[in-house]
């Protein structure tokens, strides 16, 4: 990449950054623009000096490459983003994009107790006490994986039977105080007495790598995938337990770190499941 480029991406970011964007919002957006970079280069065009048809190329080409349609508007509007920055904002107006297919009537999938039951059951029947210990941590306090991996030691509370988690690297930079329930405090006391007995709790991260790093995001996802579930998933789950129980939909938006409740409101929303069972129970 010049160093042109790099300056002019370089300041971009830096402007994100000063307006509160996320460290791994600024890596996201670095890693688009060198693709889109890349992209014009090799078409002969140049960043500097972006056309409206190096945009429609760059969209052409990834939904050429089958890329869904939530990858492709993410990229579009980081450029779009990135184009305004530099008063080029009406570049990209009226581009076309690929429709993304939203269900709004329905609520995110999530688990039902049996499955949720299952889960837990094949979890602890592995033995590996971290591994169990982060599957009811994303349970029971409905932290999303980047959230969970971020926490050192320091920002669990233990009490005798419950605790707090304090996420300070919340969605959009804001932090939260998150309630530690009976079932994750009592599997976590277990890994961190798991890891006193190996020598390691002088390391802050309060989950570790094989390596005795911090545990990446990359890893458990992979470990959860081994159980047939998304990490949005258990996230989910915790979101309409919440609900179901009566849980009203402020307390669940800032339990959940929602800055906007609407999407917090999915989860009032009835199931594939509750609708199937809905018509079966009049059409039998």
Do not use: W
């Amino acid at each position: 990449m010049k160093k042109s480029c790099v300056k002019l991406i370089d300041a971009f970011l830096d402007h994100l950054q000063e307006q509160g964007a996320s460290p791994k919002t600024i890596r996201t957006y670095r890693n688009i623009l060198s693709c889109f970079e890349n992209h014009v280069t090799e078409s002969g065009g140049d960043i500097n000096n972006v056309t409206r048809r190096d945009v429609t190329l760059y969209i052409h080409d990834m939904e050429g490459s089958g890329r869904k349609p939530t990858t492709i508007n993410n990229h579009f509007a980081c450029i779009s983003s990135f184009l305004r920055f530099q008063g080029k904002g009406a570049l990209v107006e009226g581009i076309r994009r690929p429709e993304v297919r939203r269900i709004q009537h329905i609520a995110p999938k999530s688990l039902g107790r049996n499955e949720r039951n299952r889960i837990l059951r094949e979890v602890e029947r592995d033995g590996n006490l971290r591994n169990i210990a982060i599957v009811y941590m994303l349970l029971y306090t409905g932290l999303r994986v980047s959230e969970l991996v971020a926490l050192d030691q320091e920002d669990v509370t233990m009490g005798e039977r419950s605790g707090n988690v304090l996420v300070r690297e919340g969605k959009g930079s804001v932090s939260r105080s998150v309630p530690l329930p009976v079932e994750a405090h009592f599997h976590l006391r277990r890994y961190m007495e798991e890891r006193k007995e190996k020598g390691t709790l002088d390391l802050p991260p309060l989950f570790l790598s094989n390596y005795q790093k911090r545990i990446s995001e990359r890893s458990v996802q992979h470990m959860l995938t081994k159980y047939g579930i998304h990490p949005h998933m258990l996230r989910h789950t915790y979101g309409r337990e919440l609900v179901a129980n009566g849980i009203d939909i402020a307390t669940v938006a800032e339990l959940m770190g929602h800055a906007d409740i609407n999407v917090t409101r999915r989860y009032a929303k009835p199931t594939e499941r509750e609708l199937e069972e809905a018509v079966s129970k009049v059409f039998g």
